[in-house]
Each structure stands twice: as structure tokens, then as C-alpha cells.
């Protein structure tokens, strides 16, 4: 059942445009305006929320169903994700008896494809998909403050089969939108998709549409702030109204201090006043909140705080995170059960071998290019019992996680935890200076950064290397013998301090002629040493007790 591809036309482009200057949009909407779509009663039964979430985004999942299911909440929730990378085993495990099911949408989307499945597009996605006539969704880093199951009795929802809450944004009577969907302009605010509940019967057409707009991301986002005005323009085009909560989002400074949350009411109030006042303008974004904003608080209809969203004002800069401090929000009523939560996940955490804590307190940092060879890597390490650590190449470049794959961090890490230590080898000290910089000054007590030629650095040592890690010299498409040669030669000054249970991984090897990697590996299999794991990465172990001599 493609629902929202029933109508679908063949690859419309955005940009053609013959007289009206969007015709094959506004073809595509006539033709779904006049078509009927079937509500599939059979598949959809009851209530229940959903929740768009994975990788860095599950710990403050992990709050939030904590916090649903103290506060009193029994609704069925599902987690849904884009693939299983993005969900590291301890979560299912965890949240397994709070009648939490996980659901990779990667795995549905083969019997319901969908042209792009990003993580806005997985919102309507859910949404339609889940089983639950009637559905609560909640963003990853979005938080209850009590059981949110009156909404569903709400006179709002019984009254328009919808509810949604205020964004901090308006589009103007000059805004592209209203031309687009052939609305007439009116003076409202954007919706807040943050949380937004349906009763997907009454909403089932409108839904559809929401879906294709996100669908044609590189078309509508042209025109709105990602999918924030996918969901109110598609009820607008069906002409189908919509209750939306009568109370402003507070948003909550991060660089300073506000007693209490009536202060921060009467100040959020008089933005949106100024931003009234610019409504001529095609878009709002009031970009002085940028620097103010860490978290917002949105109200129930009564107008007491019923859900904290930590998106950070873009990005989920103030999310939930396990590695370092969270942001303390005091007037958000559970804030200190979310920290409490929070430690409680670390104390799980901690429990897990090195690489499993890794991907579940880091999982944003794995480069998707290394991630299997990096879980082959130092599941070997630990089960070696490896301590003595080298690095040829260091980390250069801050936050350059899936370009570089910043390995010093991770091989620093390892060391903290098997009691081993690092030496990372690079000939630029400013490239040195950014590795101390991003390790931090625990583990760069356990690194030894050595400014030097690593053939000479290696074939200078009198210790045995435990894992040896080569990735110096770039390695470049129109020459790449000159990387090739420096890995083999790293290789055979490091040969001699090789023992039958040490490692070799060889970076940067998914290229033409084996990358990097083009001359070492061949030799090394050549040489007693056989292939482990091999994609972009290549992990290497001794095939036969004994030292190279």
C-alpha cells in the first residue's frame, strides 16, 4: 500500500516552468485534489505515539518514554529509525518492558517506498505507517512534563482531528507559500513540529500530501523552513481545519539566567509583537532568537508547560546528549528526572564492552564509511587484550568525523579503558596541537604525540606495537603511489615490533588500486599476515604464531 504514490507524477521538475511558473505542481494538486484516498481501517486500530528517533537522538527517546511511562502514560509507543546502525542493542533491550517496539523504516520502505527517507521526510512517514488510528508524535529530543494522554479527549482534536503547537515563525503575505498551494494569505504562525497529533481518519488525505511535499524536499524547501509548513499546507489546500494550541512557545535563553517562566512568557510575547510587526516580510525567522533560545517550552491548552523540545533552535544543539554536560532548563518541571535519567543510561552504558559504548554514547561520531571496520578493529583489541597503541597520521581537522574519521579520539579512548596508551605520529604540529585539542586533557595524559617522520619514529622503537594504525600521507587519485609507498615502508619499520596477536589497520583503502593500502596489504598477505575485514578500511592479523625477524 504506496498510499501517497497513488497519484504520484512521472519525476515533475521544480524548476520547469512554462506560463505558471510552478505548472506541474499545481497539475499534481488538482489531480490529488479530486482523488479519493481509502483509509485502511483493517491495518489501524487505537492510540499510541510515535517517535522519530535514532543515533544521537536515543538518549533523550530514552527519557522520554522513561518520563511516559512514570508520569502514568500506558499508550504504546514506537521508536522508528533509519536503519540498524542508528539503534546500538542496549535500547531495545532497555526499553523492551515499557511496551516500546523499535521500527527501522529502511526495512518498511521495502514494501512502501518512498522518494527520499531523511529525518524530516520520517515524520509523516510514522505517522501514516504506524499502526494507531489515533497518533501522539514527538520528536526524539522533545519531553513530557506529565501524561499527555488528555489530548486525545481534547475539544480541539474532537473538534478538527488535529492539534498542533506554535512555531516562533510566520510567512508573510509575500511569501512564495501561499501562491504555491493557492491559499489565500492569512496572518497566522507557523506550526511547531516538534509535537503534533492526529486522528489520522479525519486527517488520512492531508497526511498523503504532507508526505509528497517532504517527499520533494529539493521543491518545498525552497519555500519553508524544512517540514515546517508541510502539514498546515496540505490541510489548508484540502481546505480541512486544524486546532492549533492558543498559547506562544517560551523559549528558554542559554547565556543567561531567567528566574521564572512568567518572566519568560512576557518576553517571548513581545517578540512575537515584533515579529507582527515585520510580517510583510517573506519569512520570519527572527534570527536574534538564535543566540537566546537552548530549549522551548510549548503549553497545553490550558497554558501550563507540558512539553520541553531541546532542538537548540535548529540542529538538536541542546539535546540529551552522553558524552559531556546538558543544559539544566529549571522551568521545566521534570527537568531534574531528565538528568537523573540520563545518569541512570550512562551507568548501563558504562557496562558494555568498549566498542558497544562507543556506538551508543558516540554513534554520531562513526564515520559510516568505517564502521565495520572500525567494530572489527577494537573488538579485536579488547579480545588481544591490546595496550600499546600506534597512530601514523593524526587527527587534524575538528568535528571532520566522516572525512578524516578522527581515529586519534577513538584510539585515545580505547587506551583510557584497556589501561593501554597512544602514541600518534604526524610531521605538522599544528595537526598535533588540534588532536590535543579534541582528545581533551584526560586522554591527551594517555597520548604521546610525537612530531616526526613515522618511518624513522617506527623503526627507532624498542617496544612491541599492539595495534598499529597507518594513515599518514594523503592519499591522492592522480598519484597514488607516493601514499602507497610511505604506508609500505611504515609497514616494514614496524614489522620487527610485530607480535603473533598484534593488528595492523590500514586507512583510507576504498579507493582504485586499493587506496592507501595499494601496496602494504598485498604485501603484508604475502608475508603471514591475512585480511580480516576489508571495505574502507582493512584490519589485519598474524595468520601463524612467531616475529618477523
Same mark, same amino acid.
Given at each position: 500500500?504506496?498510499?501517497?504514490?497513488?497519484?504520484s507524477?512521472?519525476?515533475?521538475r521544480? /524548476?520547469?516552468?512554462k506560463?505558471?511558473?510552478?505548472l506541474?505542481w499545481?497539475?499534481?494538486?488538482r489531480?490529488f485534489k479530486a482523488?479519493?484516498?481509502?483509509?485502511?481501517?483493517?491495518?489501524?486500530?487505537?492510540?499510541g505515539?510515535?517517535i522519530?528517533?535514532?543515533?544521537?537522538?536515543l538518549?533523550?527517546?530514552?527519557?522520554t518514554?522513561?518520563?511516559?511511562?512514570?508520569?502514568g502514560?500506558?499508550?504504546?509507543?514506537q521508536?522508528?529509525h533509519?536503519g540498524?546502525?542508528?539503534?546500538?542493542a542496549?535500547?531495545?533491550?532497555l526499553m523492551a518492558?515499557?511496551d516500546?517496539?523499535f521500527?527501522?523504516?529502511r526495512?518498511?520502505?521495502q514494501?512502501h517506498p518512498?522518494?527520499?527517507?531523511?529525518g524530516?521526510?520520517?515524520?509523516?512517514?510514522?505517522?501514516i505507517?504506524s499502526?494507531?488510528d489515533?497518533?501522539?508524535?514527538?520528536?526524539?529530543d522533545?519531553?513530557?512534563?506529565?501524561d499527555?494522554?488528555?489530548l486525545?479527549?481534547?475539544?480541539?482534536l474532537?473538534?478538527?482531528g488535529s492539534?498542533?503547537w506554535?512555531?516562533?515563525?510566520?510567512h508573510g503575505?509575500?511569501s512564495?507559500l501561499?501562491?504555491?498551494f493557492d491559499?489565500p494569505?492569512?496572518?497566522?504562525?507557523?506550526?511547531?513540529?516538534?509535537?503534533?497529533?492526529?486522528?489520522?481518519?479525519?486527517?488520512?488525505?492531508a497526511l498523503?500530501?504532507?508526505?509528497?511535499?517532504?517527499?520533494?524536499?529539493?521543491f518545498?524547501?525552497q519555500h519553508?523552513?524544512?517540514d515546517?509548513?508541510?502539514?498546515?499546507?496540505?490541510l489548508?489546500?484540502?481546505?480541512q481545519?486544524f486546532s492549533?494550541?492558543p498559547h506562544?512557545m517560551v523559549a528558554v535563553?542559554v547565556?543567561r539566567?531567567?528566574?521564572?517562566?512568567?518572566?519568560?512568557?512576557r518576553?517571548?510575547?513581545q517578540?512575537?509583537?515584533?515579529?507582527?510587526r515585520?510580517?510583510a516580510?517573506?519569512?520570519?525567522?527572527?534570527?536574534?532568537?538564535e543566540d537566546?533560545?537552548a530549549?522551548?517550552?510549548?503549553?497545553?491548552p490550558?497554558g501550563?508547560?507540558?512539553?520541553?523540545?531541546r532542538?537548540?533552535?535548529g540542529g538538536?544543539?541542546a539535546?540529551?546528549r552522553?558524552?559531556?554536560?546538558?543544559?539544566?532548563?529549571?522551568?521545566?518541571p521534570q527537568?531534574?528526572t531528565c538528568?537523573?535519567?540520563i545518569?541512570?543510561?550512562?551507568?548501563h552504558?558504562?557496562?558494555?564492552?568498549?566498542?558497544?559504548?562507543?556506538e551508543?554514547? /558516540?554513534?554520531e561520531?562513526i564515520?559510516?564509511?568505517?564502521r565495520a571496520?572500525?567494530?572489527?578493529l577494537?573488538?579485536l583489541a579488547?579480545?588481544?587484550?591490546a595496550?600499546?597503541l600506534?597512530?601514523t597520521?593524526t587527527?587534524?581537522?575538528?568535528?571532520?568525523?566522516?572525512?578524516?574519521?578522527?581515529?586519534s579520539?577513538?584510539?585515545?579512548?580505547?587506551?583510557?579503558?584497556?589501561?593501554?596508551?597512544?602514541?600518534?605520529?604526524?610531521?605538522?604540529p599544528?595537526?598535533?596541537?588540534?588532536?590535543?585539542?579534541t582528545l581533551g586533557?584526560d586522554l591527551?595524559?594517555?597520548t604521546d604525540?610525537v612530531e616526526f617522520?613515522?618511518?624513522?619514529?617506527?623503526?627507532?622503537?624498542?617496544q612491541?606495537?599492539?595495534?598499529l594504525y597507518?594513515?599518514?600521507?594523503d592519499?591522492?587519485?592522480?598519484?597514488?603511489?607516493?601514499s602507497?609507498a610511505?604506508?609500505?615502508?611504515?609497514?616494514?619499520?614496524a614489522?620487527p615490533?610485530l607480535?603473533d596477536k598484534?593488528?595492523i589497520?590500514?586507512d583510507?583503502?576504498?579507493?582504485?588500486?586499493g587506496?592507501?593500502g595499494?601496496?602494504?596489504v598485498?604485501?603484508?598477505?604475502?608475508?603471514?599476515?591475512?585480511?580480516?575485514h576489508?571495505?574502507?578500511?582493512?584490519?589485519?592479523?598474524?595468520?601463524?604464531?612467531?616475529?618477523?625477524a
Open positions: 500500500m504506496n498510499y501517497w504514490h497513488e497519484l507524477l512521472a519525476d515533475w521544480a /524548476h520547469e516552468r506560463g505558471d511558473r510552478w506541474p499545481k497539475q499534481y494538486i489531480a482523488a479519493e484516498f481509502h483509509y485502511p481501517s483493517d491495518a489501524m486500530s487505537g492510540r505515539i510515535v522519530p528517533a535514532g543515533g544521537h537522538y538518549p533523550g527517546a530514552w527519557v518514554v522513561n518520563l511516559l511511562r512514570q508520569t502514560c500506558t499508550l504504546p509507543v521508536i522508528w533509519l540498524p546502525d542508528e539503534v546500538p542496549i535500547y531495545p533491550e518492558p515499557m516500546v517496539r521500527v527501522d523504516a526495512a518498511v520502505a514494501a518512498a522518494r527520499r527517507l531523511g524530516w521526510q520520517l515524520k509523516p512517514y510514522c505517522v505507517l499502526p494507531f489515533e497518533v501522539l508524535l514527538l520528536d526524539g522533545n519531553h513530557p512534563a506529565r499527555p494522554t488528555f486525545f479527549d481534547s475539544p480541539e474532537q473538534e478538527t492539534l498542533f506554535p512555531d516562533r515563525v510566520r503575505p509575500k512564495s501561499w501562491d504555491l491559499v494569505y492569512r496572518d497566522e504562525l507557523a506550526h511547531e513540529t516538534g509535537q503534533m497529533l492526529f486522528d489520522k481518519r479525519r486527517c488520512w488525505k498523503q500530501l504532507a508526505m509528497h511535499l517532504n517527499e520533494y524536499p529539493d518545498h524547501y519553508s523552513h524544512g515546517t509548513a508541510t502539514f498546515r499546507f496540505a489548508h489546500t484540502l481546505g481545519p492549533i494550541v506562544h535563553p547565556n539566567k531567567v528566574g521564572d517562566i512568567e518572566t519568560l512568557k518576553e517571548t510575547a517578540r512575537f509583537l515584533i515579529a507582527n515585520a510580517a516580510q517573506e519569512y520570519i525567522d527572527m534570527p536574534e532568537w537566546l533560545a530549549v522551548f517550552l510549548q503549553m497545553d490550558a501550563d508547560v507540558l512539553f520541553e523540545h532542538s537548540g533552535g538538536g544543539r539535546a540529551f552522553l558524552g559531556g554536560e546538558n543544559l539544566f532548563v529549571s522551568q521545566f527537568e531534574q538528568h537523573d535519567l545518569d541512570e543510561l550512562r551507568g552504558v558504562a557496562s558494555l564492552p568498549f566498542w558497544d559504548s562507543i551508543t554514547a /558516540h554513534g561520531r564515520s559510516h564509511k568505517r571496520g572500525m567494530k572489527t577494537f573488538r579488547a579480545e588481544r587484550d595496550k600499546t600506534i597512530e597520521g587527527l587534524r581537522m575538528e568535528g571532520n568525523w566522516e572525512g578524516d574519521g578522527g581515529m579520539w577513538f584510539l585515545a579512548r580505547y587506551a583510557a579503558r584497556a589501561g593501554g596508551r597512544l602514541a600518534t605520529i604526524d610531521t605538522d599544528n595537526a598535533l596541537d588540534v588532536a590535543r585539542k586533557e591527551a595524559r594517555l604525540f617522520d613515522s618511518v624513522a619514529h617506527l623503526q627507532s622503537l624498542s612491541d606495537i599492539d595495534l597507518l594513515d599518514s600521507v592519499y591522492i587519485a592522480a598519484a597514488p603511489q607516493k602507497q610511505h604506508c609500505l615502508n611504515e609497514a616494514l619499520a614489522l615490533h607480535h598484534s593488528i589497520c590500514v583510507d583503502c576504498g579507493f582504485p588500486g587506496g592507501k595499494g601496496m602494504a598485498p604485501y603484508l598477505c604475502e608475508n603471514g599476515w591475512k585480511i580480516v576489508q571495505d574502507y578500511i582493512v584490519v589485519l592479523i598474524r595468520e601463524s604464531e612467531g616475529r618477523y
